[in-house]
């Protein structure tokens, strides 16, 4: 299994400039996340999916939007990129099975917005 | 709203000796799942150790224990016998009812040779 892989690794955006961060899971889990880690600090969600077609908003949604046509993926998508959305972005996802909480993490995107 | 709280920015240890990495919480569930996630330089996020809020008895794995005392909303984390290659962050983390996780902002740990 690959397990969660992320595309790109690194990117550099212009303000303004739109791009999708693909993120995709090999391992039929239900529960997919995203989220940004700016420098020295936690995660903070963004978007999350329970499901194919089942999305809701984290605690920072502003700013980008996610689809989830299938299971295997769920793309999180920046609109008119700001500086503000300089972060490293993780997408994580979860079997949701009883007991099966555990979140496995994709290796991260580092997107620069200047 | 639940909040997931890490008072220690930072924290130093030797090599071989024992650390603790406090983590509080607020919460009005009575169910939820905690947990300690490993951050190293490589920024892949790793799983330390999980506690189910049900379960009375802290979990184990290896050199890395919890205490998990439910009524103080409370969940640390302690490190024994430690080595060079635990040094990195580490984020406490609440999993709700609602299927959303949130992360506490991390603690660096640095281990000293």
């Known amino acids: 299994n690959a397990g969660v892989t992320q595309t790109p690794k690194f990117r550099i955006l212009k303000i303004g400039q739109s791009m999708t961060l693909q993120c995709a899971q090999d391992?039929?889990?239900?529960?997919m996340y995203w989220y940004r880690q700016d420098p020295g600090m936690g995660l903070k969600l963004i978007y999350y999916?329970?499901?194919?077609?089942?999305?809701d908003k984290g605690e920072v949604p502003n700013g980008y939007n996610v689809s989830r046509s299938t299971t295997e993926d769920f793309p999180l998508r920046l609109e008119l990129a700001a500086p503000s959305q300089t972060s490293v972005y993780f997408c994580?996802?979860?079997?949701?099975?009883?007991?099966?909480?555990?979140?496995?993490f994709g290796p991260g995107t580092r997107l620069t917005v200047t | 709203a639940q909040t997931v709280t890490q008072s220690q920015p930072e924290m130093s240890v030797q090599e071989a000796e024992t650390v603790t990495l406090s983590c509080t919480y607020d919460?009005?569930?009575?169910?939820?799942?905690l947990f300690w996630y490993k951050q190293p330089p490589s920024r892949q996020m790793i799983l330390v150790i999980r506690?189910?809020?049900?379960?009375?008895q802290n979990a184990t794995e290896n050199r890395f224990s919890v205490n998990f005392q439910k009524a103080a909303k409370s969940f640390s984390l302690k490190i024994s016998d430690s080595q060079l290659g635990d040094a990195a962050m580490y984020f406490c983390?609440?999993?709700?009812?609602?299927?959303?996780?949130?992360f506490g902002t991390g603690t660096r740990l640095k281990v000293l040779a």
């Open positions: 994580a996802s979860t079997p949701g099975l009883a007991g099966e909480w555990e979140q496995y």
């Open positions: 391992m039929n889990h239900n529960y």
């Open positions: 999916s329970v499901g194919a077609g089942i999305t």
């Open positions: 919460t009005s569930e009575s169910d939820y799942y």
């Open positions: 506690q189910e809020a049900y379960k009375q």
């Open positions: 983390a609440y999993l709700s009812g609602t299927y959303k996780y949130i």
